[in-house]
């Protein structure tokens, strides 16, 4: 049985990560913040307190996984913020150049881009199935293509920022992951979540898109930025 580590594990697209895996026989280990008494109970679903901030929290997550197993197949770096999350709805914060806010920047950083290549660096050590993926979330405003007014706020320049950081940080991975670990940032969607309550798309059906990229797998996508329907985006 394959297993995968899933963060941000207890709703909108990572809780689709793992209701996917699960139906499809893999044994996941979703990361959350939440109390873990209240969450579900399923078969082969294991739920692992996490904070992807706090390098301690990681590296308590690592252990409690590699206790359970020694070999994990893949990571799914999905826990993340955005404008109105990381602000609590004060979005002008990170999004409008007059009210920009140096702590709130910093935090989106810290979450999409920087928390994800640590955990990373952090799980190599029971990366090591034949073949290994590291799927990093990151978002179509990380390109210069996007153009969507309608839907874009402003500049919104912490979370652009943030999850265009995450591809290149996804990108310079590939100088240093081993030849068994691969990896690729994509655009999940307009999923409908916590983050995105106007999205249309379900988190379950999605996760089943980004997870075919994997298949028939090739070294030219190694690094790259995907669409969920398995099309590079174009930066």
């Known amino acids: ?22 139906e499809t026989g893999w044994r ?28 301690k929290s990681i590296e308590r997550a690592l252990e409690i996984i590699f206790a359970e197993t020694k070999v994990l197949d893949l990571l799914i770096n999905n826990a993340g ?17 007059p009210k920009l806010n140096r702590q709130l920047l910093l935090r989106m950083f810290e979450v999409n881009a920087v928390s994800p290549i640590m955990i990373t660096k952090k799980f190599l050590r029971i990366l ?3 073949l290994s993926f590291v799927i990093n ?16 706020y402003k500049g919104n320049y912490g979370y652009r920022a943030s999850k265009l950081a995450l591809n290149m940080l996804t990108f310079c991975s590939l100088y ?3 030849k068994n670990v691969k990896t690729f940032a994509v655009h999940p969607g307009d999923v409908k979540s916590q983050m995105n309550l106007a999205g249309h798309q379900k988190p379950i059906e ?7 990229i994997m298949d028939n797998w090739h070294d030219e996508k190694n690094g790259r930025f995907f669409n969920y329907d398995g099309n590079f985006y174009q930066l």
């Not at 207890?10 to 996917?20: H, I, N, T, V, W």
């Not at 405003?141 to 309608?150: I, K, L, M, P, T």
Request: aromatic share 6%.
């Open 128 to 130: 090591n199935g034949d």
């Open 176 to 178: 240093d992951l081993p």
């Open 1 to 22: 049985m394959k297993s995968a580590f899933v963060t941000g594990a207890s709703q909108g697209l990572g809780k689709g990560f793992a209701d996917y895996l699960l």
């Open 206 to 212: 999605q996760a089943e898109k980004i997870l075919h």
């Open 81 to 97: 913020v955005n404008k109105d999350t990381a602000t609590n709805n004060q979005k002008d914060l990170v999004s409008s150049l």
């Open 137 to 152: 979330i990151s978002s179509c405003r990380a390109s210069f293509h996007d153009n969507d007014e309608q839907s874009n």
């Open 28 to 55: 996941v280990f979703a990361g959350t913040l939440k109390d873990m008494n209240d969450l579900e109970k399923k078969e082969n679903l294991h739920w692992v307190e996490i904070d992807v901030t706090d390098d």
